[in-house]
Structure formats: structure tokens, C-alpha cells
């Protein structure tokens, strides 16, 4: 078992959760809307929803790699070509964080849990995501493939989830510091773009 490897995926998933990005951003305007543990609610159906695109990943590329080992490169060529894409689209976009809650009505624990889930699952970038990223994760030669998947996932997950609940308990502060920083979104923008190129030059390089 390959830890630097598992340590490498911990830290490119917190800088993952950290960079600004449609689920954080949507995260923190919950919590500043309908406050801290709404905004939780919502970080659980997301992290939720995150299970059944591992499940996909982890059932469907684990049958590919066993029929046709090859196409494991394939899948990472094609990983590495959609994080650049990433990149390229995070350079193309404002340096501005938009964050305005006008017009988000406030909702119960239960419908913030489930659009957070429905949101997840039903956002296929998500699975193309995972597909992207977690291939070039695998850290052993004796564990299975799907078990493998599913150890990421619960990583991913983990730190994800921990990241998201703290900008929904300190949404106030965050939000307050975003308006007065108005350079922090192009230090942000920038984070963004290194961690994408960075891990897709990692899955071209790994001999996994």
C-alpha cells in the first residue's frame, strides 16, 4: 500500500474543496441564507449524492481495467486532457466571487439535504469528474480495484465534508472577508488552475 499516494490525493482533494466552485459557492450562499446547520444539511446531500457517482466509478472502470488493462491508459489520457479543460475554463472565467443570496427562499433541513443530493447525483460533470480524478489515485497492488474506488471516495468524501461544514459554520466571516478582499478571487482563480494542471501532470506520470 502506496500512503504518499493517499497522502497526495488528500491534500489535491482539500485543494479541491478549498478553490471556489459551484457546490462551496452554493454551500456558503445556504448557510448565509438560512443559516449554519441548513447549510450542513446541504454539504451532506452533496457528500451523499458523491456515493452513488463512486459506486458507478468503481463498478464500471474496476470491469474495464480487468477486461482491457490498456484502456487504463486511455482513461487517464482522457483525465488529464479534462483537467486541463478545467483549467482552461476556470483562466477563461472572472476573478470576481459572486455571491449574492437575493431571491434563495429559506427551506427546511430535509429539503436543503435532498436538493444537495438531487443536485449531486444528477450532474453527470460530477461522475466525469470522479472519472478524471481518481484513477490515477490507486495506491495497491493486493487490494481489489473496487475497494480501491470506494477507500478515494470515503477520503474524498471525508475531506470534502469536513472543509464544506467549516465554510458553512463560518459563512458569516467568509462572506464578510470575500466583499473586502477584492483581490482574494484571482489568488482563488489562480489556486484553481494550479491544482488542475497539477494533478493532471500527476496522472500522466504515475505509473498506476
Wanted: proline share 2%; aromatic share 14%; with cysteine.
Amino acid at each position: 500500500m502506496n500512503y504518499d499516494i493517499l497522502l497526495t490525493f488528500v491534500l489535491a482533494t482539500a485543494a479541491l474543496a478549498i478553490s471556489p466552485g459551484p457546490d462551496n459557492i452554493f454551500v456558503l450562499i445556504q448557510s448565509i441564507t438560512n443559516g449554519k446547520k441548513y447549510g450542513i444539511a446541504t454539504v451532506a446531500g452533496l457528500m451523499t449524492g458523491c456515493l452513488v457517482h463512486a459506486t458507478l466509478l468503481a463498478f464500471g472502470v474496476s470491469a474495464i481495467i480487468k477486461q482491457n488493462p490498456n484502456l487504463f491508459f486511455v482513461i487517464k489520457l482522457f483525465g488529464a486532457i479534462y483537467l486541463i479543460y478545467l483549467a482552461y475554463k476556470v483562466f477563461r472565467s472572472s476573478d470576481q466571487l459572486e455571491l449574492s443570496s437575493g431571491g434563495v427562499s429559506k427551506k427546511s433541513l430535509g429539503a436543503l439535504y435532498k436538493q444537495g443530493f438531487i443536485m449531486n447525483v444528477l450532474n453527470p460533470k460530477v461522475t466525469i469528474f470522479f472519472l478524471a480524478f481518481f484513477p490515477g489515485f490507486l495506491f495497491s497492488n493486493y487490494l481489489s480495484i473496487v475497494l480501491q474506488f470506494y477507500v478515494l471516495a470515503g477520503i474524498f468524501i471525508l475531506v470534502s465534508f469536513t472543509i464544506f461544514s467549516a465554510i458553512a459554520i463560518l459563512s458569516g466571516t467568509i462572506s464578510k472577508y470575500i466583499r473586502e478582499h477584492g483581490q482574494l478571487g484571482k489568488v482563488l482563480k489562480w489556486l484553481q488552475i494550479i491544482v488542475f494542471v497539477g494533478i493532471a501532470v500527476y496522472l500522466m506520470i504515475s505509473d498506476k
